[in-house]
DNA sequence: AAAAATTTATTTGTCTGACATTTAAAAGTC
DNA sequence: GACTTTTAAATGTCAGACAAATAAATTTTT
């Protein structure tokens, strides 16, 4: 963690990339403070405010947090599962957003994914976790819900299950493919008929899980995803031709 | 995309943030130049430095990227796979190092994703992607290769099963699971005995893809699955009680 | 002596102003 | 018209300063 050669590149980006390789690499390790900015300034040969730059890259990855103040300094950031949703949630939205993805393969690879954890959940969710589904699905079955919180709840629903597999590594995971899929979801507008369908497809997935019926879940699973990709088939449809 | 109340946290966080929204919204579109460092410096009421601070938090998330010279500037980045891969992964390795993530846990994680693109790949993997997993195979059979050359061997075979579903979504999905995993197997040491079952699972499942065979890549990966957990146990074991 | 108030030192946050470097377009030259 | 030179605009970098926060050290008060 020394080197800066007059190459190509920013200052303020290699600076961070050589702190960066020092936390992954584990030279760096959690809680650990850095030098101070002017101790770091006069280490790479740079002025402060290019150690700064430096120091703001790494604080939007999440990788340090700083504190004003005569102890205060940047420290090592221990990477939250938190912090690691929203920063995926964010890159999967735009990714999705900015690349031109189709509904149907962005669809394909959630419910892929959902389908993973199924099994797992079926096995190991809680009765807390059933509760939140079933809430769910009472505020589902609202007349007077907005597209937007419906969806939303559907996100909180998938995200019960999800997080029924008692695998925080998994939950990670997926926040970014259930969550990503909103924007996406809202694009579709649901009839009171397509939310029914919806809805008592939501009720039999969580009947099965409570029954520790993997299988059904499974199939339920593969019952939503088929109806909401032709819910989506439709509306493009109709949109090409609105007559 | 303008208010900055003297409230609690940085500027130069809040500003990153308010551009921020504004791509993810939409209000910003890809390609879109921003307006120069000084005429932010006069939007938002700060001193170019913030707003430079702030600019660099965006580009360490690949949402902007800068151009030197007369025409150039800050434009909204187009978020390309390839980025959202490396941050996916840099982020799960440093999740799972420093949140003392089980191997069982990972490791799980880890099957249940992949188990997910297996029916996919079996369905739609190619005849190139076949050669590449019957080229790291034959790889991983010589007799030299190091502890990380096998290891990285193993993810670049892994790697070309979940490409072979041809969903692009997925592979990025699984990146962060499949190579984040990556350092904790490299602390199993592989005997030659363990490799040579390794290599039998993986043509196993090379064989079940080719024939199209959905059942028989989930058996082998479920018994990949199973075996890697044993050998870690078992490493485990002996460090305990190393008598 | 203990507690409270004050001072002090350190560190990040922000500002001002300047210069260097890069780049494309405009102006000039042959 | 093709080539060269100039120019303007933008980011990259630097230097020095002050503000604000914070904890430790010091002083004062009780």
Not at 34 to 50: G, K, N
Not at 153 to 170: E, I, M, Q
Request: with cysteine; proline share 3%.
């Amino acid at each position: 963690m020394k080197i800066d050669p007059q190459k190509s590149t920013d200052l303020s980006a290699q600076i961070a990339q050589a702190i960066r390789d020092a936390i992954v690499s584990g030279e760096l390790i959690v809680d650990e403070r850095l030098p101070s900015e002017s101790e770091l300034a006069d280490q790479f040969q740079v002025s402060r405010p290019t150690v700064r730059e430096a120091l703001k890259r790494l604080a939007a990855q999440s990788l340090i947090r700083t504190q004003r103040g005569a102890t205060g300094g940047a420290f090592v950031n221990r990477l939250s599962f938190q912090d690691a949703y929203s920063q995926q949630i964010t890159t999967s939205t735009l990714l999705l957003s900015m690349n031109e993805v189709s509904f149907d393969t962005a669809c394909e690879a959630r419910y892929a994914l959902e389908r993973a954890c199924a099994p797992l959940s079926a096995q190991r969710r809680t009765a807390d976790q059933l509760a939140t589904m079933r809430a769910e699905i009472f505020r589902q079955a609202q007349p007077g819900l907005t597209d937007e919180a419906f969806c939303a709840s559907d996100v909180a629903f998938h995200r019960a299950l999800v997080d029924g597999a008692g695998n925080p590594v998994l939950s990670y995971q997926l926040a970014g493919a259930v969550e990503a899929m909103q924007p996406l979801m809202n694009m579709i507008t649901f009839t009171a008929r397509s939310r029914e369908e919806i809805i008592r497809l939501h009720s039999k997935i969580a009947d099965a899980l409570e029954a520790q019926d993997a299988e059904t879940v499974d199939a339920a699973l593969v019952e939503l995803e088929t109806y909401t990709r032709r819910l989506a088939h439709d509306v493009a449809e109709r949109r090409r031709k609105p007559a």
